[in-house]
């Protein structure tokens, strides 16, 4: 009986998964532009906006570098600073080798609420993989990294879209940026209005600032 709970429980999760990629496709042919369609100008005018978006502390507070040490921006608080509690996420980078970030993050689609609560996400909790470091860096290094297959998962620019629709169809940590619960700040815009602007830089070729 609890073997057979069990495979249904991981038949449901493939399924979601599986739906989730079919359904982040379809919103993907929705949301892209005929290369060419925007100008470098206004691709960088995007540009501009992706970065307030990326360099965020809510974005960029869990990618950092190899010594796995999350950074932390508490509610009430807009400054970022090293997670609390001596935190590290380890070489596995969900923290396994110490407290998992499971311990205190649960895999929830609830709201994140109420605050202070640590916020949760429908995805385990983790952090960005080691080569997508984004805390302190410009916003021209981050263009340059997520531009390159190399050091953005080997994804082109329709792929970038497609990773942000993908996320969130199972609920998971990009959308959830806007959605950190009460007394946390977020990024500017929303997260619609992130898609529209990887879209449109994707249209201009990806440009990246001077």
Excluded: Y
Excluded at 55 to 78: F, L, S
Excluded at 83 to 103: V, Y
């Amino acid at each position: 009986m609890k073997g057979s709970l069990i495979a249904l429980v991981l038949a449901g999760s493939t399924i979601a998964a599986v739906t989730g990629i079919v359904a982040a496709k379809d919103d993907v042919a929705k949301d892209l532009l005929p290369p060419g369609s925007v100008s470098r100008v206004e691709g960088l005018e995007a540009w501009k906006r992706i970065e307030a978006v990326v360099t965020h502390p809510r974005c960029a507070n869990c990618h950092v570098d190899a010594k796995a040490i999350p950074i932390w921006t508490p509610a009430g608080e807009t400054k970022p600073r090293v997670h609390g509690m001596n935190i590290h996420g380890g070489a596995s980078r969900i923290g396994t080798e110490a407290i998992p970030c499971s311990t205190c993050h649960m895999t929830s689609t609830q709201a994140n609420e109420p605050a202070p609560s640590p916020p949760r996400a429908g995805i385990d909790w983790q952090l960005a993989p080691v080569a997508f470091i984004w805390f302190g860096k410009s916003g021209k290094e981050i263009c340059a990294q997520m531009k390159d297959p190399k050091r953005n998962g080997g994804r082109d620019a329709a792929g970038l879209v497609e990773h942000l629709r993908h996320d969130a169809s199972l609920n998971g940590f990009i959308p959830r940026g806007w959605a950190p619960g009460e007394g946390r700040s977020t990024p500017p815009g929303t997260f619609e209005d992130h898609v529209k602007d990887m879209a449109r830089w994707a249209a201009a070729g990806q440009p990246c600032p001077n």
